[in-house]
């Protein structure tokens, strides 16, 4: 596709202005708040919720720590990241989080391929679960799904169209829960499929780990190894 093609191209699938984002409003879920981490968070707690998790980067714990106490805001221009707590109410400890981020890096280094205006908008449709986590004693009740729903609700409002992420294979009960969850699962080590409109990229595995996936509004669609629809229209 020439340069002008594809300009036309990214014009044309330009999603909508993003809406104000609504996960900074906290909510009461039975026993416990869910709200945004702020910077009186204690990073110990919230460091004692990420150990178990297993990151596709080992760097990735200490970044999101790195963030919580610094205030850190991802620049607009790539999207919208969101670290959600949920401590029990109305103002006991915190027991569990998310955390959902747009793939930036992965789409910066397709850059290349793609062009850099069509990579941001990606960003702004496109983010990853990276995290979820809840402490032992508040497991069993829901809390990580209902920490899932909020970031979906949250980014949907936002007019992201799909949630992805990933999971590592020796931990065959994820699979499941994130299925319970909404969430395709792919096989292990199989790429994720971009159906975009200017043709497909493919978001690479290894592997040991299987990517997630979930649409999020009516016009995209998951189907055998394929994400369908980014940035084919308006949010419905």
Not at 45 to 69: G, H, K, N, Q
Not at 134 to 162: E, F
Not at 184 to 198: D, E, N, Y
Request: net charge neutral; hydrophobic share 40%; with cysteine.
């Amino acid at each position: 596709m020439g340069r002008a093609s594809r300009r036309r191209a990214e014009r044309r699938s330009a999603p909508p202005a993003p809406r104000p984002d609504s996960a900074g409003e906290p909510q009461v879920h039975g026993r416990y708040l869910i709200r945004p981490a702020t910077l009186d968070d204690d990073p110990e707690v919230v460091r004692a919720l990420l150990e178990p998790v297993e990151f596709m980067e080992e760097a990735m714990l200490e970044e999101i720590i790195d963030r919580m106490r610094t205030g850190w805001r991802l620049p607009p221009q790539f999207g919208t990241a969101t670290l959600l707590l949920a401590q029990e109410h109305p103002a006991g400890p915190v027991v569990g989080l998310a955390h959902a981020i747009p793939p930036v890096q992965w789409l910066m280094e397709m850059e290349g391929a793609l062009g850099r205006q069509l990579c941001l908008l990606l960003c702004r449709v496109l983010v990853e679960l990276e995290a979820v986590s809840v402490a032992d004693g508040a497991r069993g009740q829901g809390l990580g799904h209902q920490l899932v729903d909020h970031l979906v609700r949250s980014y949907t409002r936002q007019g992201y169209q799909a949630m992805v992420g990933g999971i590592h294979t020796r931990k065959p009960h994820l699979a499941p829960y994130y299925k319970a969850d909404g969430f395709s699962v792919l096989p292990p080590g199989a790429p994720l499929v971009l159906q975009l409109p200017v043709g497909r990229i493919q978001w690479p595995a290894d592997a040991s780990m299987r990517h997630l996936v979930r649409p999020l509004v009516p016009q995209v669609s998951y189907g055998a190894g394929v994400l369908n629809g980014l940035l084919a229209g308006p949010s419905s």
